[in-house]
């Protein structure tokens, strides 16, 4: 005969049976739902690990501003530790603030978060504060040696002269910029008095 003790004892085992079915049910749900994300991932239709709207990365060496990264969209991918960029504005400063910032601005770049190496492209802008202008499709900014240089063909202005040629390197600490190759200057002479 079943007593009372017996039916809370059967009552509690369906009660324990029917949870270890629910925690089965809902594993399988979980783990396959995860299995197609990390499918998504690894197929390319999300590359990104994460993504952020604005962004501003900013390095400071001994006190002082060495350079500042700022972007509209980043897009960073843990495994290669890079950052891909949108709508970029990089300001690199030297240590002598009378030397002067320049301001580069691209549609798009890359930023390595390891070496801060940052590769501008499509169309890369730069103007200093001194008035100094240059012009290339791309450019790569080295970040522990504070050095950009680009091997394709640039354009440089300033007030008077005007340089053409293929490669440049600019160096931030001393605002000192050279043309490597193929080099054609053009001299704008000023008003007489």
Known sequence: MLTAGKIRLLLALAIVAAIAWL??????KFSSHGQSSSRAISDGERQADLTLRG????????????????????????????????????SVAPVDKSLGELVLNSPTATYHTGTKDVYLAGGVK?????????????VHFVG??????????????????????????????TSAFKVMRDVTATYKAGKLP
Do not use: C, Q
Not at 132 to 138: G, I, L, N, V
Not at 150 to 159: I, K, L
């Open 144 to 173: 522990k040696r504070g050095v950009v240089t680009t091997s394709d063909p640039v354009r440089f202005t300033d007030d008077e002269l005007m340089l053409e040629g293929k490669g440049m390197e600019y160096i931030v600490a």
């Open 55 to 90: 962004m501003r990365v900013h390095e400071i060496s001994n006190g002082s501003s060495r350079w500042t990264l700022i972007a509209e969209k980043a897009e960073y991918d843990t495994k290669s530790s890079r950052v891909k960029l949108a709508d970029v504005r990089l």
């Open 23 to 28: 925690m089965v049910v809902s594993m399988n």
């Open 126 to 138: 730069a103007k200093s504060s001194r008035g100094m202008e240059f012009a290339a499709s791309s």
